[in-house]
Each structure stands twice: as C-alpha cells, then as structure tokens.
C-alpha cells in the first residue's frame, strides 16, 4: 500500500511537471494561461488519457497544474487580450434606475427578419442599458411575432414597467424599394421613428431597414445641419487597442464624392470621435494609397489640400489601408464607394480568421489540450472582429442621432447598435455637432 502510495505521488508530481513544462514550451498557450482553471473541467477528460492510472484524480491534478502555471509564469507573460476580457462589462445584466433611462425610437419594421428579433434585441438593451424604447410597428404583427419567438411576457413585463412603448404605424417600407418612397408612404415605421425624434420624444433612432430610406427620411425630416451638404455614415472598426475603435466615413452614404464633402466629413468625424469616443485630440487620416502627399488620384490630392490647411483639427495625413486597423489613426475619411468595400470586406475577417486557426491547430492530445485552453479566447477574438458586436454606423450631418443597422441584424446586432445610440444621446454630441457653420466648413 505504501508503495502504491508513493507511485501515485510521484504520477501526480510527474503530471504536474509535464502540464508546466508544455506550458512554457508553448507560447500561445501562455498567453492565455489565465483561462486554465476555468477550464479544468474541459482538459480533465484529456489529462485522464494521459495521467494513466491517476484518471480519479485528473480533475485536481489539473486545476493544481493550471494554478501553479498560473502563478510561476503571471510575471513572464502578458496577456494581449486581457483589457478585451475587461470590456465585455457592457452585456452583464445589472439594476438600473429610471431616473437614468433615455428614450430610444426604434423602427421595429426594419430589417430582413423584423419584427421579431429587432423586438428581442430591445428587450436584451434595456435589461443592460439605461434605455426606454419607443418601437414603432403594426400593432397586431409585433404581438405575434412576439408569440412566435416567446418573448410576449418578456414584452408585457416591459410594457407594465414602462420601459418599452409600443407605437403603431400602418405601413413598411422594404428593403427593395426606392428611398423616395418615405415620400409616398408617410406613416411608414421609420417616417414615425423619426418623428419621434424630431418632436423631442426621443433623443435617438434606430433602423436595420433600407438605408437609403432611412437617409432620406432623416434628411427630410430632421434636416441637415448647418454647413454640412452630404450626411456621412460613420462606422466603427476595431483597432489593434481594444479600447481605441477607428471610426471611418463616408462607408456608403456618398458615391461620388467632392473634396469639400471629405472635408466635411473629417470635420463631424473630429467632434464625434472628441464627444463621444473621449479621444482628446482625435488624429485624421484620408485614406489613400501611399502616404506621400502626392500620391492618389484628384479626389485625394484636392482633398489633402483642404485637409491640411485646415487647423481646426488634427490631420494626420495619408492613411494607407494596412494602418486603418493599426491604432494610429482615430479617423479615416474617404468617399461612400471605397469605405462600403471596406466595410464589407472586414465583415468577413473574423469568420475567415478563425477557420484558418482551427485548421492550423496542432492535432492529437496536445492540440485537444491546447483547443480546450484556447476555446474561450478564440471566441473573444470572434467577439472583437465581428460586425454584429458593433451593431450599427452613424448617420452623421443630419440634426438628430441616427443608427443605421446592417439589413441581416438579429438581437445581438441590435443590442450593440443600441449601445451606440445611447453613447451619442448621453455625450451631447449634438450640441457640438450644431456649432457647425457654413463659412467654418467650407472655408477652403
């Protein structure tokens, strides 16, 4: 018994020592060591496989290995996606006071599967966010969507607490059609969302529906601001900061643009990015191909000229593709075509990026022990990357704050899209956004 004993021990010892070593041994691992007690329970079955006869004690083997690995390697590593673990606060459920809460429209008719997963994604905001919603839609198709996803209680709760409204409209405009159709249909949802706002009962709209409408609708209804001739919709892209997103427009309002509309747009980009994203003095870039001053074709050379004389904000110069993403700039300004392919084409980086690492992970006990440790991060790196964690872009040069959904939003999508929407109504973006005059933006 005695000797059993002692074997046992020395398995323990010995299962201890290989776990650590194949910590050190691998880099992507340690890096993410921090994820190795929580998941025990994953690498248990696995560590049993190869512990042999120390399969009854594999559990506490390993959560003593992910311990001491923890505590032996913590000041030799660091962890990059540490503040993006920090960050993710915003979806936790917590009590908020009414005092608190603002008032969002929403068109609950906007979208390709509205108004059922618009109207869950409304309930998930005010759950996490000191929101009231105003969500505009047939009456009668709103209550049975509810009813076919189950979230009718969920909604009658909400509705007793005051914390949704539910305003009635009698006609939709589709994805389809012409913009010029806010025209012809003027109780469509999104014409009363944006009512809402333009009467003070809201102090911000959303809409995963036709964007051209919804341009149309905000400009007809809510009007320009003052010296800005073209709205832009302003996006935001992750950076390699976690915490420093890049805000990029026009990404598909203006075609064809003019160089005093890319000036424009530098000039909203600068007082949101200021407002709102707390960057003290926010560095404007113009996205172009070489970061030569006379690089680009004539769009670029005239807008640099404008860009670079003006003094009102920071501009950075040229920004080349590969430094969207790279954290040195806080916005981009380029025309409508180019930021919507760009936009498009980083909307489908995160799901590639994580194919190629699952078919580049190493196979066999390793590779599983590794997958398990990996699997949490590997999500969080999806979370970072994908469009529906952002939710929505900006309608900036309009007087209001508009949120324009991508058409294939779903719940998720539209609790971030909302995020934003209170982030700009609570900065007092407007206020500043307003202080914009004609001789100020069109100087040049």
């Given at each position: 018994?005695?000797?059993?004993?002692?074997?046992?021990?020395?398995?323990?010892?010995?299962?201890?020592?290989?776990?650590?070593?194949?910590?050190?041994?691998?880099?992507?691992?340690?890096?993410?060591?921090?994820?190795?007690?929580?998941?025990?329970?994953?690498?248990?079955?696995?560590?049993?496989?190869?512990?042999?006869?120390?399969?009854?004690?594999?559990?506490?083997?390993?959560?003593?290995?992910?311990?001491?690995?923890?505590?032996?390697?913590?000041?030799?590593?660091?962890?990059?996606?540490?503040?993006?673990?920090?960050?993710?606060?915003?979806?936790?459920?917590?009590?908020?006071?009414?005092?608190?809460?603002?008032?969002?429209?929403?068109?609950?008719?906007?979208?390709?599967?509205?108004?059922?997963?618009?109207?869950?994604?409304?309930?998930?905001?005010?759950?996490?966010?000191?929101?009231?919603?105003?969500?505009?839609?047939?009456?009668?198709?709103?209550?049975?969507?509810?009813?076919?996803?189950?979230?009718?209680?969920?909604?009658?709760?909400?509705?007793?607490?005051?914390?949704?409204?539910?305003?009635?409209?009698?006609?939709?405009?589709?994805?389809?059609?012409?913009?010029?159709?806010?025209?012809?249909?003027?109780?469509?949802?999104?014409?009363?969302?944006?009512?809402?706002?333009?009467?003070?009962?809201?102090?911000?709209?959303?809409?995963?529906?036709?964007?051209?409408?919804?341009?149309?609708?905000?400009?007809?209804?809510?009007?320009?601001?003052?010296?800005?001739?073209?709205?832009?919709?302003?996006?935001?892209?992750?950076?390699?900061?976690?915490?420093?997103?890049?805000?990029?427009?026009d990404v598909g309002a203006n075609m064809d643009c003019k160089p005093t509309y890319l000036?424009?747009?530098?000039?909203?980009?600068?007082?949101?990015?200021?407002?709102?994203?707390?960057?003290?003095?926010?560095?404007?870039?113009?996205?172009?191909?070489?970061?030569?001053?006379?690089?680009?074709?004539?769009?670029?050379?005239?807008?640099?000229?404008?860009?670079?004389?003006?003094?009102?904000?920071?501009?950075?110069?040229?920004?080349?593709?590969?430094?969207?993403?790279?954290?040195?700039?806080?916005?981009?300004?380029?025309?409508?075509?180019?930021?919507?392919?760009?936009?498009?084409?980083?909307?489908?980086?995160?799901?590639v990026l994580l194919n190629v690492l699952r078919a580049e992970l190493p196979r066999g006990?390793?590779?599983?022990?590794?997958?398990?440790?990996?699997?949490?991060?590997?999500?969080?790196?999806?979370?970072?990357?994908?469009?529906?964690?952002?939710?929505?872009?900006?309608?900036?040069?309009?007087?209001?704050?508009?949120?324009?959904?991508?058409?294939?939003?779903?719940?998720?999508?539209?609790?971030?899209?909302?995020?934003?929407?209170?982030?700009?109504?609570?900065?007092?973006?407007?206020?500043?956004?307003?202080?914009?005059?004609?001789?100020?933006?069109?100087?040049?």
């Open positions: 018994m005695q000797n059993e004993s002692r074997i046992k021990a020395n398995n323990r010892s010995r299962a201890i020592r290989r776990l650590v070593i194949w910590y050190r041994r691998n880099a992507a691992v340690t890096t993410l060591v921090d994820t190795a007690t929580t998941s025990a329970s994953a690498a248990g079955s696995v560590a049993g496989s190869v512990a042999g006869s120390v399969v009854s004690n594999a559990g506490s083997v390993v959560s003593n290995a992910g311990s001491i690995a923890k505590n032996t390697l913590q000041p030799l590593v660091f962890d990059p996606l540490r503040r993006l673990q920090g960050g993710e606060n915003y979806l936790e459920k917590s009590s908020i006071s009414d005092g608190d809460r603002l008032w969002i429209a929403v068109d609950g008719m906007g979208g390709d599967y509205a108004p059922g997963p618009i109207l869950e994604g409304c309930l998930e905001a005010i759950e996490r966010l000191p929101l009231k919603i105003r969500f505009v839609g047939p009456l009668e198709d709103v209550k049975t969507s509810a009813k076919e996803y189950e979230i009718d209680e969920r909604l009658d709760q909400a509705i007793t607490h005051g914390h949704i409204q539910l305003v009635s409209c009698s006609e939709v405009i589709g994805m389809d059609e012409e913009a010029t159709a806010v025209r012809k249909k003027r109780d469509a949802s999104i014409n009363v969302a944006m009512d809402l706002v333009k009467k003070g009962k809201a102090l911000a709209v959303y809409s995963a529906g036709n964007s051209g409408a919804l341009m149309a609708s905000a400009i007809f209804r809510l009007g320009r601001l003052s010296g800005i001739d073209r709205p832009a919709i302003g996006a935001l892209f992750p950076t390699k900061d976690p915490a420093q997103p890049v805000l990029v427009l000036h424009q747009f530098a000039l909203l980009g600068n007082i949101y990015s200021r407002d709102v994203l707390q960057v003290e003095q926010p560095r404007i870039g113009l996205l172009n191909i070489g970061e030569e001053s006379c690089k680009g074709n004539d769009l670029s050379l005239n807008t640099y000229e404008l860009l670079s004389k003006d003094d009102s904000f920071n501009f950075k110069g040229n920004c080349e593709g590969r430094d969207v993403l790279s954290g040195e700039f806080d916005v981009v300004v380029c025309d409508g075509f180019t930021g919507n392919v760009l936009l498009k084409f980083l909307e489908s980086v995160g799901s006990r390793r590779g599983k022990v590794g997958s398990a440790f990996l699997r949490s991060n590997l999500k969080r790196i999806k979370k970072r990357l994908d469009h529906a964690e952002h939710g929505g872009a900006l309608l900036l040069g309009v007087n209001g704050i508009c949120v324009i959904g991508h058409g294939s939003s779903k719940a998720l999508s539209v609790l971030s899209a909302l995020r934003i929407a209170h982030s700009a109504a609570s900065h007092g973006v407007m206020e500043d956004l307003e202080k914009l005059k004609k001789p100020l933006a069109l100087s040049n």
